[in-house]
T-cell receptor
């Protein structure tokens, strides 16, 4: 069954620690995305990647980093520079751009930093 | 600044009746609009889309209407079913900035059996 796998589902970290969220897809999609969802807000784009070894900042990239070494994988690192890291993080992929191919989302990782 | 707005955080509808979910946008450059549906503990799933060259798109029980002059779109679900209970997100993008989807804050629909 094709899809997007995000792990872990819940993640707890102490303030000041970097943490990496995993995202793997077996849909053979070119593009991958990371979104963040906060209560009362829509999904906001953190980073996206259209092809391997290339990625672009989204609207709220500060305090985050990504890599795209393989087509299937797009891990997100939440660094200690991110001021409000506690949130629900969603990874997505699409065949091409969202303009002509819908995004497929994973089930998300809820990160809590204390 | 929220470019896509869903002003109703929640909506309750009786089973069999029509559900109407509304969405407003501020960016006149948006030319492609989508609706996503999200169940608890799952990621959003694509539901239906509409291009700005159309004013209506229908897929089974779901119809999206676009009013460009009012910068408004709506999703109609007829008839509503209990399984439709979920959070619905409106999203918009432009062909030139097409790697970024701008999402609304979502409307929680509850269909009462």
């Amino acid at each position: 069954d094709g899809g997007i796998t995000q792990s872990p589902k819940y993640l707890f970290r102490k303030e000041g620690q970097n943490v990496t969220l995993s995202c793997e897809q077996n849909l053979n999609h070119d593009a991958m995305y990371w979104y963040r969802q906060d209560p009362g807000q829509g999904l906001r784009l953190i980073y996206y990647s259209q092809i391997v070894n290339d990625f672009q900042k989204g609207d709220i990239a500060e305090g985050y980093s990504v890599s795209r070494e393989k087509k299937e994988s797009f891990p997100l690192t939440v660094t200690s520079a991110q001021k409000n890291p506690t949130a629900f993080y969603l990874c997505a992929s699409s065949m091409h751009s969202p303009y002509n191919s819908p995004l497929h989302f994973g089930n998300g990782t809820r990160l809590t930093v204390t | 600044d929220q470019q896509v707005k869903q002003n109703s955080p929640s909506l309750s509808v009786q089973e069999g009746r029509i559900s109407i979910l509304n969405c407003d946008y501020t960016n006149s450059m948006f030319d492609y609009f989508l609706w996503y549906k999200k169940y608890p503990a799952e990621g959003p799933t694509f539901l239906i889309s509409i291009s700005s060259i159309k004013d209506k798109n229908e897929d089974g029980r779901f119809t999206v209407f676009l009013n460009k002059s009012a910068k408004h779109l709506s999703l109609h679900i007829v008839p509503s079913q209990p399984g439709d209970s979920a959070v619905y997100f409106c999203a918009a993008t432009t062909q030139t900035g097409a790697n970024n989807l701008f999402f609304g804050t979502g409307t929680r629909l509850t269909v009462i059996p």
